[in-house]
């Protein structure tokens, strides 16, 4: 497992990638924080520190230069039940600059029924940004929550709008 931290508008982002895809990702100086959350094996392993791999890097920096649609098939690597993955899958569907509902994205992910599952595939998604729990909002139209605070998902939002032109 690898650690790289690149810097964004929203201050440092970091990565844990092994040669399958990113295993998580954040907001953070601190890629070893983001281990706590990983599942076995990788939970507890020390990363080592490496230079940003592509096309991660390439991908990152032309999502913060506008081209939002950049990130959209980076491989990711991710371990879930059955509607988690298929929430987590979801997510990577909805297009950058839009929302969709938790209730959306539950019919999305196969289980209309299941909105509190997919608000909690939101709250277990190790890898914010690659797939965009950020585009996921509350069924009343508010935002919700967010990891990293709602200012970093109202940018984010904000950002792809500008960038996708909706």
């Not at 810097?7 to 970091?14: E, M, R, V």
């Not at 990152?60 to 371990?79: C, H, K, M, N």
Request: proline share 10%; glycine share 10%.
């Amino acid at each position: 497992m690898r650690s790289t931290t690149l810097p964004t508008p929203l201050g440092p982002f970091s990565l844990l990638t092994t040669e399958d895809g990113i295993l998580a990702a954040g907001f953070t100086a601190a890629p070893a924080a983001l281990t706590a959350e990983l599942p076995p094996p990788w939970r507890g392993r020390d990363p080592v520190p490496a230079e940003a791999p592509e096309p991660y890097a390439s991908a990152l920096a032309a999502y913060f230069e506008g081209r939002v649609e950049a990130i959209d098939t980076l491989p990711v690597v991710q371990s879930g039940n059955g509607f988690h993955k298929a929430a987590w899958q979801a997510m990577r569907k909805v297009p950058p600059g839009t929302t969709v509902s938790y209730r959306q994205l539950a019919e999305s992910a196969g289980n209309p029924s299941a909105a509190r599952a997919a608000g909690a595939a939101c709250a277990g998604n190790l890898i914010p940004l690659i797939v965009p729990c950020h585009r996921i909002r509350r069924s009343d139209g508010t935002l919700g929550g967010y990891y990293y605070g709602l200012a970093v998902k109202r940018w984010l939002l904000d950002h792809e709008r500008s960038a996708s032109g909706r």
